[in-house]
C-alpha cells in the first residue's frame, strides 16, 4: 500500500514537472485598432487604400506565435489615393467588381496561420493559407511582433486568385494600361 502511494505521488510530481506550463492561448485582435493597407501598381502610377478585419486572433505559447486565423472585410474595402467625385468611387466600384475581388460573390479573405517560426527576438517566418476570391494559396510571410503589435508587409499575386484582369501576363495588348500581378499588403495587427 505505502508503495503504491509513494508511486502514485512520484508520478504527479514527474508529470507536473515535465507539464506545459505556458499553454498555448488564443489572443484575439482588436478589430477597430489592426487594419491593411494595399498598394496597387501599374505602368502609369499607383493606387493605395485599406481594408478592415471582421475578426481573428495570434495563437500563443507564451511569448511565441504558433497559429493563427484572421477574416477580412472585403466589403471595407477603400480606395485612399483619390477624393470622392475624382475617380474614387468608380476605383472602388471596379475593386468590387468581378474583374477584381468580387466581393458581392466572396465578402470575406482569410488568412490561417499553418507553421510559424521564431526567426530572431520577435520575428517569425509564418506559413499559411491565404483565401481570396475563392482560391486558396499557401504563401510565407515575415511577422515581426512587437509587444501587443504584429506588423507584416508582402506581396501577392492576384492572378493566382483568379484575378486577371489588366494583366499583362495574360493579354498581350494593353501597353501603358498593364496594371501589375502583384499587390502589396501591410497588415497591422494590435492584440486586446
Known sequence: ?????????????????FANTNPIKKVTINKDKSNVS???????GK??????????????????????MFTIDMTTLAVTDLEAGKGKEKLE?????????????HPTATFEITEASNTSVGSYNVTGKLAIKGHTENI??????????????????????????????FFDDLKN?????????????VMQ
Open 1 to 17: 500500500m505505502k508503495k503504491t502511494i509513494f508511486t502514485t505521488i512520484f508520478a504527479l510530481i514527474i508529470t507536473g514537472a
Open 38 to 44: 494595399w498598394v496597387g501598381k501599374k505602368l502609369t
Open 47 to 68: 493606387h493605395t487604400g485599406t481594408l478592415a478585419f471582421q475578426e481573428g486572433y495570434l495563437e500563443m505559447d507564451g511569448d511565441n506565435i504558433t497559429g493563427g
Open 93 to 105: 466600384g471596379h475593386l468590387n467588381s468581378a474583374d477584381f475581388f468580387g466581393i458581392e460573390a
Open 140 to 169: 510565407t510571410i515575415v511577422l515581426t511582433k512587437d509587444g501587443n503589435t504584429a506588423t507584416s508587409t508582402f506581396k501577392v499575386d492576384r492572378t493566382k486568385y483568379g484575378i486577371r484582369y489588366g494583366s499583362a501576363s
Open 177 to 189: 494600361k498593364a496594371i501589375n500581378d502583384e499587390f502589396e499588403l501591410t497588415v497591422n495587427l
